[in-house]
């Protein structure tokens, strides 16, 4: 349930952790673009959209395929609403929403789910909390009552926390340990954004979980847990208007939240360049993420966006993964991500090499990058990268539970289903000229970068040197960024 440290992931890199180099292969050849709008669009389903007296929205989706019924409830916050100082802790808050709720302790809480082979969990995010879960359709009473006490009255036991806090912070020191490339997208964030709450790691850090108690988390849940911040997509085999009236008994007497939903900053993409080294003694390759800051969910740009990341870094056979694996065999896998949320995110390539081919792996990185922000691509790729597109998006909106995420995710951005059903419109009429103009804007200039890299520094101190003014931490310290740029 890490969702936080899961994020840098999400990245299409499909590297081994046996070593970081292998011998080049030959490169794929170019596709047969077939492209068809009509035949790879998605239509939403229509809603019965309702609002509870506390201000709660729900949204009702009937599909009678299969008896389930799915659900997403999406409460505004998340690690927004973090203290300064006490970061991850609406991430423990989360885990602790599912340890024990209404009349049931964690054991006899998680016994109601499994034994009727359902399933109910919480991820923290950077501006949200979510509620996800799927039961068969005749055990809609007992979901709608499990999720009801989850919400307005959970235990928050004491046992509970430490347990969970204890866990948290060794997760996180064992993943130093480990496959380095699940945490250094917290360290890309934390010393890119700095103070700005996008800088926060969301499952906080060794030092900021381990002095947080009780009171903390029930005070966070006073502040940002409540009817008014609640948006809840239910999908799946269910009269619509008995499931109203059930929801509306359930939550619609919870109190709003204590504080209005905290709302995040403008953020911008950095001018100059800046260098984190993050030195792992013992390390025998480098990792490194390179960006600077690119667009929101809500952009209008997004499609032009998520096609020229996808033709850059977002598959196999995009430019990265072409020039780092498979002409010259410096890594198992490089990529590059647009992260969107209400405000523009990062947008960043990463990958990793050898310690002693690091500046090699920089450098043609770097070459991927002004070549394609000068050029951008050309219309056989396009047409690839358009085709591409098309055929992966159906797949993330087969399931009752996908569609119910999709529409609590609308809502959230105050979009409409118009960016599901004209999505593969706007894919197929994407033009070569839009698209660069979209990728100039969000690609990074050269000399406008952050740079993080986790290594060895007494091996690569110079080589990073050469990219721009080096800021050093250890891994050890139990914080993921110094406290001079955390405070920037």
């Known amino acids: 349930m890490k969702a936080w440290t899961k994020t840098a992931l999400v990245w299409g890199l499909t590297a081994s952790m046996a070593g970081a180099q292998q011998p080049p292969v030959a490169a794929p050849k170019p596709q047969t673009v077939q492209r068809d709008a009509a035949r790879d669009s998605v239509k939403l389903p229509k809603a019965r959209v ?18 389930l019924v799915s ?3 999406r409460l505004r916050g998340g690690a927004l609403g973090d203290p300064e100082g006490k970061e991850g802790l609406a991430a423990l808050t989360a885990e602790l929403l599912q340890k024990g709720a209404g009349a049931r302790d964690a054991r006899q809480f998680a016994e109601a789910v499994d034994s009727v082979g359902g399933s109910l969990s919480v991820f923290p995010g950077r501006e949200s909390l979510d509620v996800m879960g799927q039961f068969m359709s005749r055990d809609t009473a007992l979901m709608v009552e499990l999720l009801a006490d989850l919400l307005q009255r959970p235990r ?11 866990r948290m912070v060794s997760e ?6 480990g496959d380095l490339r699940g945490l250094i997208g917290t360290y890309f964030q934390a010393f890119h954004f700095g103070a700005h709450p996008y800088g926060r790691p969301l499952g906080g850090s060794e030092s900021s979980l381990a002095p947080l108690q009780r009171e903390d988390v029930l005070a966070y849940a006073r502040a940002h847990l409540g009817g008014d911040r609640l948006i809840l997509s239910v999908v799946g085999d269910f009269d619509a208007k008995q499931l109203a009236s059930r929801l509306e008994k359930a939550l619609g007497g919870w109190a709003r939240a204590a504080s209005p939903a905290p709302v995040a900053p403008p953020t911008q993409p950095l001018k100059g360049r800046r260098v984190l080294l993050v030195d792992k003694p013992d390390a025998t390759q480098t990792y490194f993420w390179v960006g600077n800051t690119g667009i929101s969910r809500t952009d209008p740009s997004l499609v032009d966006v998520t096609l020229a990341n996808t033709a850059l870094g977002g598959r196999f056979t995009s430019l990265l993964n072409t020039a780092l694996r498979i002409k010259s065999g410096l890594t198992y896998g490089a990529g590059s991500a647009v992260v969107t949320a209400t405000q523009p995110g990062v947008f960043a390539v990463s990958s990793y090499t050898k310690t002693e081919s690091t500046a090699q792996a920089l450098d043609l990185l770097l070459e991927v990058l002004t070549g394609y922000r000068q050029r951008g691509m050309d219309a056989a790729t396009l047409a690839s990268t358009q085709e591409y597109m098309l055929g992966q998006f159906p797949p993330t909106l087969e399931t009752s539970l996908q569609l119910a995420t999709k529409f609590s995710e609308l809502a959230f951005y105050g979009l409409d289903a118009r960016d599901v059903d004209d999505f593969a419109t706007r894919v197929s009429s994407a033009e070569p000229t839009r698209v660069l103009a979209a990728l100039q804007r969000v690609v990074p200039a050269s000399e406008d970068l952050t740079l993080v890299l986790i290594g060895k520094a007494a091996d690569i101190r110079e080589t990073a040197r050469k990219y721009g003014p080096v800021t050093e931490m250890r891994l050890s310290d139990p914080f993921f960024a110094p406290r001079q740029a955390a405070g920037r």
């Open 156 to 166: 928050f036991d004491p046992v509970e926390l430490e347990k969970t806090r204890a």
């Open 50 to 67: 309702l609002t509870l007296k506390n201000g709660a929205l729900v949204q009702l989706v009937e599909t009678h395929d299969v008896p």
């Open 172 to 177: 996180l020191a064992a993943e130093k340990d």
């Open 71 to 73: 659900f997403t409830a």
